[in-house]
């Protein structure tokens, strides 16, 4: 771990990112990809001076908006137990009266529910938690470094019992390792039982990059050595473009299930809903073409 000073915090987009790499050991992450340039994943860079940058930038904002925690590095990595500059962030993003929305696989989140349920009683709070499978054995191995199967429960729970949306996302499916349909309904079973406000799937198609690729690969072939040679025998999986051979029956059993259900699935619709701002004490709501 080592500190820096940042310039600037707030992508265009409302991005807040207050660390940068991090243990990276998922199956499948964009952060390993050449275009990212992230080279050293133990090496976390943390931005001491995070919640006194962002202070300055959300008070002179003249429209309030959302911020996006989570699109670059999870904003509860392990350091953060120590630096707490994600909560000090929130506490600013509370205090300016903005909303927010964090995508995380670490139940950390947890410490934080008290300033969030905060933020979504005044604004609005939006919870992203990556479930891709509910099986703990294969979980762990596709990605060791998330939170156990078990801990994520406890979060969706915990953040549904307080009104506050918790988005479930069905990433990634992997072909021949997560891509049962017996086992996509049983994670979509566990979800609405315990209180999703939506499932976010796409299209369920896994796109490699230059670096993410190579690692995917290898983890297959360490991680998962029964599944390897079927990559090299079925010619629906491509090297670049991975697509599963029941991906038809995934999507449309996905797609009956949060019908059935009245659940928010829609990409598009998940999209805005996160992007929209509320302004609970005023009645105002103004999408993200408003800031």
């Known amino acids: 771990m080592h500190y820096t000073d940042a310039k600037t915090i707030l992508t265009p987009q409302n991005g807040l990112n207050v660390y940068r790499g991090g243990p990276n050991n998922c199956i499948y992450s964009p ?3 050449v275009s990212s340039h992230v080279t050293d994943f133990e090496d976390v860079e943390v931005k001491r001076n995070a919640d006194a940058l962002l202070a300055g930038v959300l008070r002179k904002k003249r429209n309030k908006g959302m911020i996006n925690m989570g699109t670059l590095a999870d904003p509860y990595v392990d350091e953060e137990r120590e630096t707490e500059l994600t909560r000090k962030c929130l506490f600013e993003i509370k205090r300016y009266d903005f909303g927010v929305s964090i995508k ?3 139940s950390l989140v947890l410490r934080d529910i008290d300033v969030l349920y905060e933020i979504n009683k005044n604004t609005k709070c939006v919870i992203t938690i990556p479930f891709p ?7 762990s191995l596709m990605d060791p470094d998330a939170s156990a199967v078990s801990e994520r429960i406890k979060v969706l729970e915990a953040f549904s019992l307080k009104k506050i949306p918790v988005i479930v996302a069905i990433e990634p499916i992997v ?3 997560n891509d049962s349909p017996e086992g996509l309904i049983s994670t979509l079973s566990i979800a609405a039982g315990f209180g999703a406000f ?3 799937y796409g299209d369920m198609k896994l796109n490699l990059g230059n670096g993410s690729k190579e690692y995917f690969y290898k983890c297959i072939r360490e991680r998962f050595p029964s599944v390897s040679p079927k990559y090299k025998e079925n010619r629906s999986v491509k090297t670049e473009e991975l697509v599963s051979p029941n991906v038809k029956e995934l999507l449309k059993a996905a797609d009956d299930f949060c019908m059935k259900r009245d659940l928010m699935h829609e990409s598009e619709d998940i999209s805005l809903f996160r ?4 302004n609970k004490q005023r009645g105002e709501q103004l999408s993200i073409f408003d800031y």
């Open 31 to 33: 952060l390993r990809n």
């Open 104 to 106: 995380t696989k670490k």
């Open 133 to 139: 499978t509910t099986d703990s054995a294969v979980s």
């Open 175 to 177: 072909p021949f390792v």
């Open 198 to 200: 939506a499932i976010e």
């Open 275 to 278: 992007r929209s701002y509320e």
